[in-house]
């Protein structure tokens, strides 16, 4: 070493090179190599006060003030504490909206279950026609499996005293002909 008084050494603590030409922090006046003179790159302490940025507060979006050399996050938290105007409503969401339509049943359900007579809507208790006592049903319901094919006593005869063969014969007649 022939010029030990010639140039600086870096001021990062990971580097510790010796520069014949240093650079200077402008914030925080500390000698830097060509690597670290950037106030990112040495994570520079006195940074936020060459920021112009206006710091935005997150819950109400207004810019809040700050005066030179505060910490823009110490600010933003206390506006957050003392000064914000949001005050967030917490609106519960109703699953349950359909109520039943069966007279005295309180029942509330996820799903719109609509009568397809008389277009009221139903729980799952009630909502086939003869649990809820449809009245405006255009014609009778078997109660065996809820549905709306109706049998004429005339047209099958008396299938109590057909014989099972027969019965069955004629039975499958009549279902050929609805289906």
């Given at each position: 070493m022939e010029f030990p008084d010639l140039g600086k050494h870096c001021s990062e603590k990971t580097c510790k090179q010796l520069d014949f030409l240093p650079i200077k922090c402008d914030m925080c006046k500390q000698d830097f190599c060509k690597d670290h003179f950037t106030h990112a790159a040495h994570?520079?302490?006195?940074?936020?006060?060459?920021?112009?940025?206006?710091?935005?507060?997150?819950?109400?979006?207004?810019?809040?003030?700050?005066?030179?050399?505060q910490v823009p996050d110490v600010v933003v938290g206390d506006h957050m504490d003392r000064d914000c105007g949001y005050h967030p409503v917490k609106k519960k969401e109703k699953i349950f909206t359909y109520r039943c339509s069966k007279e005295g049943c309180k029942k509330k359900e996820m799903l719109q279950m609509v009568c397809a007579q008389c277009h009221g809507n139903f729980c799952i208790q009630h909502r086939h026609p003869l649990d809820h006592s449809c009245r405006h049903r255009s014609c009778p319901t078997i109660k065996a499996g809820c549905s709306s094919v109706t049998a004429s006593p005339k047209l099958l005869g008396d299938f109590h005293t057909l014989a099972p063969g027969r019965l069955a014969q004629r039975l499958g007649y009549w279902f050929t002909r609805l289906v």
């Open positions: 994570k520079c302490p006195c940074a936020f006060q060459k920021d112009v940025k206006v710091p935005v507060c997150p819950l109400c979006n207004i810019p809040i003030p700050i005066k030179k050399g």
